[in-house]
C-alpha cells in the first residue's frame, strides 16, 4: 500500500525517504543566464505596467491574492508560448510505485489540452506568509515530482527535465529539477536553484527566465517529436 503526501504538508523528512535527493547549490546557471535575450516592444510594454503597478505598494504588506494578480500571474501570462499556457490552481496529482502526491499548484506554465493541463513545465508556489507560513521549498520539491511524473506519463523520458519557483511578496527563485528511476521504488530528484529576483528591480531578468525556459521546453518537445516520427517511419 503506497502512502499518501499533500504538497503543503511533506518535510524534508519525509522526502529524504520517499526519493534520493541531491541539492545544488545556489549558482548563476547556464538557464539564467539570459542578458542577451532581446524582448519585443510589446513585452517590454507589459513589463513596464507590470512593475509600475508595483513601486509605490509595499509588497510585503499586501496579501497573497493581491500580489499575485498584480504582480505573479502578469509575467506567466507573458511567458505563454504557442501550446504552453498559464495557469492558476491547478491539481496535481502523481502514482509513484511506493508513493502518491496530490494538491494543487499556485500556477502552473505547461501544455493545455481541452481545459486542462496535460503537461506542467513550470510550476509556482507563492509563498504563504506569517505565523502559517512553511518552508516552500519542500512544497515545491513535491510539486516538481508530480509534475515531472504526469510528463513522464506522456513521453516516457527517462530523465524529466522541469521547472519550478516559489515567490515571497515580489521575488522570484528559480528551480531546475531533473527526475529519474520514475517507475523506481526509490527515483532521483536532483534540483539547483537560483539567487532570488525581485519585480521591483529585476523585473526584465525574470521574465526573460520564464521565456527562456519556456523556449527550450518548446524546443525540447520538437526535437523528440521529430525523433520520435523518424524512429517510427
Known amino acids: 500500500m503506497t502512502t499518501k503526501f499533500t504538497f503543503s504538508s511533506i518535510t524534508l523528512a519525509d522526502l529524504k525517504r520517499l526519493v534520493t535527493l541531491k541539492e545544488g547549490r545556489i549558482a548563476n ?8 535575450l532581446s524582448l519585443t516592444a510589446i513585452e517590454q510594454s507589459h513589463l513596464q505596467l507590470v512593475q509600475a503597478g508595483l513601486l509605490n505598494f509595499d509588497t510585503h504588506l499586501m496579501n497573497e491574492a493581491t500580489i499575485w494578480a498584480r504582480g505573479i500571474y502578469p509575467l506567466l501570462r507573458l511567458a505563454e508560448q504557442g501550446y504552453i499556457q498559464a495557469c492558476a490552481g491547478v ?24 481545459g486542462r493541463v496535460e503537461s506542467p513545465y513550470l510550476v509556482v508556489v507563492e509563498t504563504k506568509r506569517g505565523v502559517d507560513g512553511q518552508n516552500p ?22 530523465i524529466q527535465e522541469i521547472f519550478g519557483c516559489y515567490t515571497i511578496a515580489d521575488s522570484w527563485k528559480f528551480m531546475r529539477a531533473e527526475v529519474e528511476g520514475i ?28 521565456k527562456n525556459i519556456v523556449s527550450k521546453h518548446v524546443k525540447a518537445v520538437a526535437n523528440h517529436s521529430e525523433t520520435v516520427t523518424t524512429g517510427s517511419s
Open 91 to 114: 491539481p496535481l496529482k502523481a502514482q509513484y510505485p511506493q508513493f502518491e502526491l496530490e494538491g494543487v499548484a499556485d500556477g502552473v506554465l505547461g501544455e493545455v489540452i481541452a
Open 29 to 36: 546557471h547556464s538557464w539564467t543566464q539570459v542578458e542577451s
Open 183 to 210: 517507475d523506481t521504488d526509490t527515483p532521483t530528484l536532483r534540483v539547483e536553484g537560483s539567487r532570488e529576483y525581485t519585480e521591483k528591480t529585476e523585473i526584465d531578468t525574470i521574465f526573460k527566465i520564464l
Open 137 to 158: 521549498v519542500f512544497q515545491l520539491y513535491a510539486q516538481l515530482l508530480a509534475a515531472a511524473h504526469l510528463n513522464w506519463e506522456v513521453d516516457q523520458v527517462a
